[in-house]
């Protein structure tokens, strides 16, 4: 009985996997081509003409902060040197319990305001809004602790007054232009574009100085360099790829640009999501397809924002399984919009992609491990088709991974050196033993944690903006 | 039964992996060989371009003035290309004289004509390529391949040429995209039509006008938005009647191009403009109010900053603060309108502005003490405590905070002592908590809520 049970799975599994490689080579191939043509626009679109032109709106930066003392300093020095006609940052103090409100008090010489805050979506009491003597376009909001990062960007929103937000991590550095960039498809289309997401890139490694990138380098550590690969995949194939059919669902948390006036309407980031920049942009889709209005959300690759990426397997492990813990909930909390034709391409494509191939797939992964290895116990398994199954598997994946050192060799090119072009070549035959079944159960227990509602915003270990433990190398 | 394995394999998908492996193998192979090779590649183009721009800008004098001949360069693709990125890049930031001698380079060497040819025959991306190249040449020469581009059915060419248009900077180049937007027939994304408009009719808003008093109602916004932003003083009659327009956009646009040519009329057309309906109108009419610094403006900016729309309240405030001489007037007026939101969004825009940290310094200088001093009360009145008493305790210079401490003291202001209990925390430094005593004993000598918590505590 157990026998044509276990065959079937194995045939479905393998439907499934065959499924998912087709999606990854179209995707592939769609963002190989939307690459060439964006590198060709950026060539010709003048970001002079962003920066100069009347029309180019003002922005306000949402900095969330929860105990950030390593790097909050670097961070919101980098965003107020930003080469942008009009912007102020709102950075938000979500109750750290280390000192990243003495930091900005210290460095920014703030001053206690009796500043009119509104509260016109609900959030956290805030304790208190700061202002600086020395920087008029920097805000400080003081706020007791709302356990989600929603929270704090939500009483950021509550004090912009411009009319897009871009919320930018604290962790994280944005290029100098990179504001400029990133605004270009508002500035080009302002009444259908109601958001935009740029690349985010990994720090680790690379030099900093004066709150910018100095020499982009790859990092040392193994587990950086793995999500290295992962972030250029993730951005130059998944989003691209997506951006291409006018589906994306995801703009990073770490930067993105959204208009005010939608984001206030749809309440905001919601209180409790973990995923909140997911759980955002499924909101758009589902208000904006629900009122029949043309709209686009986009993905510009060019506009760079580094961040520091864990490199211990506790910090790693915390953020893939919050990750995995807000895409449940997001979807979840959007299951109405899973095939629903008033959804179109979004409802029919998109969420059913993200349920079947990224929410329950470290769960289909982990069953096809099982039925493997019940199917090869009672000798069902046809040892010659696995393991040309298994090589197969090995090198599709590291070409979609070659793919994206392909794109990122054929148009944004950050990493110049010869030894680090040798590196992501080497590590994308590297990445999938053992990293990627670590990955698995990382995303595995983030679906546990999800099940058994664990919803808090954990800290990740960080060294600080451009402090890499290990020394870079000095360009060759 | 066959195992599923076995009936893969009799099917055929075991063959298919094969195949499958082989071709991502194949592919694998491929893209590792290709990137390696581009790379390389990349490396002898620069290197070969890096030369050839070091000789060029050894030459450049030769190649301007023409005693280098122009076939010594004009027939190698790389060195064309790079003799034209210079001579544009220069074109941008030389004074009129050089730019004479770079556009005649231009000419004689024949790279308008060689660009006037791509523009006209090619398609695709070297087409767009061209166009926006033509664009930078300023020359009135490209107009008409330009306007070829406008009329094409590929969307991505009618914007490169949009684009190209713009960057003439010609008035000239304006009228074939005002005579098309007139009639409707230039589909382009707005914002780069008024970019390029903007740029091209800078020096003549007149034309502008022209166009937008005989243009078509989807036209008519646009144009409006334009001359919003080059508008001059001589177009006051011109913006009467925009203003009065019964399209709320004009309206809006009318209120904008008031705030930037600040004609005569402005005032007296804006104030009206204050009490339309549509708030953005409002808002567009007390930004420019603010724009114009006067005076006389005040109790139309106080009006605008008890609106019912919290952007036009924001923007007034802003427009107020501006008038940094009559910030006491000001805010005794705001206080008169006993309407709590107008103040509390007066007091956070000085306090955004920096008005309040200019006045705390100004009252280092006898001059304007007074001034600052009765404007300062004004604001203390008007809720601005934390921020006084954190200068009172953390300003830098000792003289400031000394003033400071006296003025507060002197404005009975038993709010003030509720706030200083916030700020009485166990790791505050002793020098300034004896001046939050001495405050407090000024303030409220009998009996204040601060000194029985303290009192408390101990």
């Not at chain 1, 044509?4 to 769609?30: D, E, G, M, S, T």
């Not at chain 1, 909101?283 to 709209?295: A, G």
């Not at chain 2, 030369?51 to 027939?75: H, N, S």
């Not at chain 2, 248009?165 to 589909?187: C, D, H, M, N, Y």
Request: glycine residues 6%; hydrophobic residues 45%; positive net charge.
């Amino acid at each position: 009985m157990i026998g044509p049970i276990v065959q079937w799975v194995n045939a479905l599994l393998f439907f499934y996997y065959l499924a998912c490689n087709l999606i990854y080579l179209r995707l592939l191939l769609a963002a190989i081509k939307a690459s060439v043509s964006q590198n060709r626009r950026q060539k010709t679109a003048w970001l002079d003409r962003v920066r100069r032109s009347p029309l180019t709106p003002p922005i306000s930066l949402l900095v969330p902060a929860h105990n950030e003392e390593c790097s909050i300093v670097e961070s919101v020095r980098s965003l107020l040197r930003l080469d942008y006609p009009e912007f102020e940052v709102i950075v938000t103090n979500d109750g750290s319990k280390d000192g990243t409100l003495a930091q900005l008090i210290e460095h920014f010489q703030l001053t206690q305001s009796d500043y009119l805050y509104l509260p016109q979506i609900e959030t956290k009491p805030v304790r208190g809004v700061y202002l600086s003597r020395t920087e008029r376009r920097l805000i400080v909001l003081d706020k007791e602790a709302g356990g989600a990062k929603s929270d704090a960007i939500n009483a950021a929103m509550n004090l912009a007054s411009k009319p897009y937000v871009c919320v930018v991590d604290a962790d994280s550095m944005l290029e100098r232009d990179g504001l400029l960039r990133i605004m270009a498809p508002v500035v080009n289309d302002p009444d259908r574009v109601v958001a935009a997401g740029g690349i985010v890139r990994v720090i680790n490694g690379s030099q900093v100085k004066n709150g910018s990138v100095r020499d982009v380098r790859l990092p040392w550590g193994f587990l950086e360099m793995m999500q290295v690969e992962e972030y250029l995949r993730a951005f130059l194939i998944g989003r691209e790829g997506w951006n291409a059919f006018n589906m994306l669902l995801i703009i990073s948390g770490a930067f993105g640009v959204f208009r005010t006036d939608l984001c206030k309407q749809l309440g905001g980031f919601r209180r409790g999501a973990i995923g909140e920049d997911l759980d955002l942009v499924v909101r758009m889709h589902r208000y904006l397809r629900e009122q029949d209005q043309k709209y686009r959300v986009h993905f510009v690759a060019d506009p760079v924002c580094w961040t520091e990426v864990p490199s211990t397997f506790k910090s790693l492990g915390n953020q893939r399984a919050r990750w995995h813990n807000g895409l449940a909930e997001c979807l979840w909390h959007n299951r109405r919009m899973l095939f629903n034709s008033r959804y179109g391409r979004i409802g029919w494509v998109a969420i059913p992609y993200m349920w079947l191939f990224e929410l329950i797939a470290p769960v289909l992964e982990c069953l096809g491990w099982v039925s493997i290895l019940v199917a090869a116990l009672m000798g069902l398994l046809s040892r010659r088709f696995f393991m040309q199954f298994l090589l197969f598997g090995y090198v599709f994946s590291t070409l979609i991974s070659m793919g994206s050192v392909l794109i990122e060799e054929m148009t944004y090119r950050r990493y110049n050196n010869w030894r680090d072009l040798g590196r992501l070549i080497c590590f994308c035959f590297l990445e999938h033993i053992p990293y990627r079944q670590i990955h698995m159960l990382w995303r595995l227990r983030g679906i546990w944690q999800y099940l058994r509602g664990n919803h808090t915003w954990t800290k990740i270990e960080r060294v600080g903006l451009g402090k890499s433990p290990k020394p870079s190398v000095v360009a060759g | 039964m066959p195992s599923v394995s076995r009936l893969l394999d009799l099917m055929g998908p075991a063959g298919l992996i094969v195949q499958a492996l082989l071709a991502s193998l194949g592919a694998v192979v491929g893209l590792l060989a290709f990137i390696l090779m581009r790379r390389g590649a990349r490396r002898v183009y620069f290197w070969r371009r890096d030369r050839r721009v070091l000789e060029a800008r050894a030459d450049w004098d030769g190649i301007v003035d023409g005693t280098i001949p122009p076939k010594a360069w004009v027939l190698s693709r790389m060195s064309r290309e790079i003799v034209e990125g210079i001579l544009l890049d220069r074109l941008e930031v030389a004074p009129p004289k050089e730019c004479e001698r770079l556009l005649e380079c231009l000419r004689f060497s024949g790279l308008l004509d060689t660009r006037v040819h791509e523009a006209r025959i090619w398609r695709g991306w070297q087409r767009h390529k061209a166009l926006l190249a033509l664009g930078r040449m300023r020359v009135p020469e490209a107009i008409p391949a330009l306007m070829e581009g406008l009329d094409d059915d590929d969307e991505q060419c009618r914007i490169a040429a949009t684009r190209g248009l713009g960057r003439l900077g010609l008035p000239r180049a304006a009228v074939p995209i005002l005579e098309r937007l007139s009639t409707g027939k230039l589909q382009v994304p707005s914002s780069l039509l008024l970019d390029a408009l903007i740029d091209n009719c800078r020096a003549t808003p007149a034309l502008v006008l022209t166009y937008l008093l005989k243009s078509v109602d989807t036209a008519k916004p646009l144009l409006a938005r334009v001359l919003g932003e080059i508008a001059t003083p001589d177009l006051d009659e011109g913006l009467l009647l925009l203003a009065s327009d019964e399209s709320s956009e004009v309206r809006a646009a009318a209120a904008r191009a008031l705030g930037c040519a600040k004609p005569s009329l402005a005032l007296s057309i804006l104030t009206g403009l204050v009490d339309d309906e549509e708030w953005f109108v409002r808002l567009r009419a007390v930004v420019a109010l603010g724009e114009l610094e006067d005076p006389r403006a005040i109790p139309v900016l106080l009006h605008g900053l008890c609106d019912r729309n919290r952007q036009v309240r924001i923007r007034s405030a802003c427009g107020l603060s501006r008038l940094r001489d009559h910030l006491e007037d000001i805010i005794c007026l705001a206080l008169k309108t006993q309407d709590a939101y107008a103040i509390q969004e007066l007091v956070s825009e000085l306090e955004r502005s920096g008005g309040i940290f200019e006045l705390v310094t100004a009252m280092g200088d006898s001059r304007r003490r007074a001034k600052a001093e009765a404007a300062l009360l004004a604001a203390l009145r008007g809720g601005c405590r934390r921020i006084l008493l954190d200068l009172v305790l953390n300003h830098e210079d000792w003289r400031t905070r000394g003033m400071l401490a006296r003025l507060l003291s002197r404005s009975a202001d038993t709010e003030l002592l509720k706030i200083m209990e916030l700020f009485d925390s166990p790791g505050l430094p002793l020098r300034k908590r004896r001046v939050l005593r001495w405050l407090e004993r000024q303030l409220a000598p009998t009996q204040s809520p601060f000194s029985q918590a303290a009192k408390v505590v101990a």
